[in-house]
């Protein structure tokens, strides 16, 4: 059975003029809540809004500190919405948001900013806004209907997906990565990396020392790979619209070329790699 505990109280609430065009009912109403929450060292910590942004990052504090910003179409219903902290049955703290009835909305949004002494395994989800996760560990999941995902200094591996928004990873392990409509940017990943946009370039830069393998897919967006001398194996590369270019990339072996596809050798050994695109160039490029 799961343990529930809520902490904290209420910093403030009153009323927004801002109001947002085209809404019949606005959500113009505002209440921000702050809570704490005891932290437990290796206990992972999972996140869930509905429309609105998410920041989690590692910082100096002793216990979880949560800030909440609602948005509510009445003052009455900004003051009812209660944001939680709960342990679950394996250990897991769950911070979310409660509508009042159960139901949100529509335009109501509570968007959260939490300061964690650190965490060991990370999952965070919003139907509509940004994820931005720093300094944590462990496995990453991050989903986002509409809104940019930023991780960065994370010790473990990462699966990201947007509907619609950009996707920024630096400095973390493997990655698996997929937007709809967005940039994929991946830098100092240590393992193996997913990349998959519709609409939008991606730029992959491993870690030095990363053996890959890489899969980028681009369906319009020119794409780059930047390897260190860690990585091997082979690297099929295609592109339907757009020229590929190798340069810098040894000690590398061009097995085949051609103008829209190309098979690159990388040392001996390693995993198989693919990088394509419809429309754009695809550079690969590294330590000599």
């Known amino acids: 059975m799961s343990r529930v505990a809520r902490f ?3 910093s403030m609430a009153a009323a927004s003029l801002v ?3 085209g809404c019949a009912q606005q959500a113009r109403f505002k209440h921000a809540v702050d809570l704490r929450a005891p932290h437990a060292a290796t206990s992972p910590i999972e996140v869930r809004t509905e429309n609105g942004s998410i920041t989690l990052s590692k910082a100096a504090v002793s216990e979880v500190e949560v800030h909440a910003d609602i948005r509510a ?9 209660v944001v939680t902290a709960e342990r679950t049955g394996d250990g897991s703290l769950l911070i979310s948001v409660k509508w009042p009835d159960g139901r949100r909305e529509s335009n109501e949004a509570c968007s959260l900013d939490i300061k964690v002494p650190g965490a060991v395994g990370v999952r965070l989800f919003t139907s509509n806004g940004d994820i931005d996760a720093k300094g944590l560990a462990g496995a990453g999941k991050m989903e986002t209907s509409n809104g940019a995902i930023i991780v960065t200094d994370h010790a473990g591996d990462v699966d990201a997906h947007s509907s619609n928004g950009d996707v920024t990873l630096t400095r973390i ?3 698996d990565a997929h937007t709809s409509n967005g940039r994929l940017e991946v830098r100092g990943a240590t393992g193996a990396v997913k990349a998959e946009t519709s609409n939008g370039g991606v730029v992959i830069v491993l870690d030095a020392g990363s053996a890959g393998p890489v899969d980028a897919h681009s369906s319009n967006g020119s794409i780059r790979l930047e390897v260190g001398p860690g990585f091997a194996g082979v690297v099929e590369v295609q592109t339907s619209n757009g020229s590929i270019d190798v340069n810098g990339a040894g000690p590398v072996q061009i097995a085949s070329s051609g103008k829209h596809r190309s098979t690159l050798i990388f040392g001996a050994g390693g995993g198989k790699s693919r990088l394509e695109t419809s429309n754009g160039t695809v550079t690969v490029t590294g330590a000599k």
């Open 19 to 21: 109001a947002f065009a």
């Open 173 to 175: 392990g493997g990655v």
């Open 8 to 10: 904290g109280s209420v």
């Open 73 to 81: 179409v009445t003052q009455a219903r900004a003051d009812a919405t």
